[in-house]
């Protein structure tokens, strides 16, 4: 082996998978995780959110993943806590790869991470192409291919922003739409965005993703100026956002059916809202006595269904259910929807109760990055 095989090989494997919130992302990083984990790979993942009791993170650990946790800012303004979580996962298993999910309304990536990761830490990480995945309805929407429900347009500057630093455009969830669609979603994409590669990936059903898992594991990224942004249309955009978690214990009086409660909690919170514009409904639940499996539930767009990722065999007598909702629309709205569906679910389901444990509720802050790297210094 020589002197540069071996020190490459000292090196562990950063990988980020950013995109817009209700993109796939973390179906996308538990997909990879395993998919590294059976080639032999150790294998530790960071998820970030503005506020604290992710989804993501029980997700991620319920399938036995190694998470760490950032919250209360975006990657870029917490970027000494994400070399921090990186430290902590080599002390307890020695990653080979890193995956790291940002919070899906950030953008900026590239001068505010994988510069500053290269510039101070290149002796530590290898850097893969910084991927950014699109819900193709959504992306559809947003550069005028089709009608439907939509942000405004500071909140579409970032949803912009972010596909304009990207090396690799992912269409994720391609099953849903048909081949005509989808190849004029890929031009259109192209078109508007040409510095990145657009690729098709439906996880679910398997396809395109050996390629794309491909490059991020054997690619480097590569060395351009950083993006161009305003950062105070970067910061009016998010604070267009509501965001909420909350944490509730639900108790009943005989077993029930997880699948049922999600749903329809989900489903009275969507209705709750209308005709505000939902970017990412999504909620756990872990029950009580259980042995770490979770029901999980996704709601991506105020004009769709609630969908199950991750369902129960059993009944559970009780558990825990943990909700991330965003949406653009005050937080004082979100908590008011959250709230009334869980004093409604007895009317629902007899014989359920949800008590709130845990509630917080804001708009992001402006961000401030720890470094920007608008030039690479490496």
Partial sequence: MNTETSERAAKARYI????????????????????LHARGLRVGL????????????????????????????????????LVDAAARLTDTTSPDVFIAEPVGSCTDLVATVTYPLRRIYGDRFT????????????????????????????????YRKQLEEADLIVIS?????????????????????PAARVLRVSVRAGQGTDAWFHEMTTAEQGSRAALGID??????????????????????????????????????????????EIAHLKMTLSPDGGLGDIAVVNLVRSDFVPE?????????????????????????ELRAAVEAAAEALPHKIPGLRATIEHLEHFRPGKPEP?????IPAF
């Fill in 16 to 35: 980020m998978i950013g995109g817009f919130l209700g993109a796939g992302k973390t179906t996308a990083v538990a997909a990879l995780a395993q998919s």
């Fill in 231 to 276: 950062y105070e249309i970067y910061a009016e955009g998010e604070a267009l956002l509501g965001w909420l978690n909350a944490t509730l214990q639900i108790r009943s009086d005989a077993a029930f059916d997880s699948s049922v409660l999600l749903k329809t909690f989900a489903a009275d919170v969507q209705s709750r809202l209308a005709p505000a």
């Fill in 370 to 374: 720890t470094h920007r790297d608008t």
């Fill in 46 to 81: 960071i998820t970030n959110d503005q506020g604290s009791e992710l989804v993501d993170t029980a997700m991620l650990r319920a399938q036995g993943f190694s998470t760490e946790e950032i919250p209360g800012g975006c990657f870029c303004c917490r970027f000494n806590s």
């Fill in 308 to 332: 199950l990722s991750l369902v129960l065999d059993e009944p559970v007598p009780g558990g825990q259910l943990i909700v991330n909702l965003r949406a653009e629309a005050a937080p004082a």
């Fill in 127 to 158: 850097i893969a192409p910084l991927s950014v995945l699109v819900d193709p309805v959504r992306a559809e929407r947003v550069l005028g291919l089709s009608s439907g429900g939509k942000f405004s347009e500071k909140v579409l500057y970032i």
């Fill in 173 to 193: 969830k391609c099953e849903t739409l048909e081949p005509a669609r989808l190849d004029a979603l890929e031009t259109e994409l192209q078109s508007q965005f």
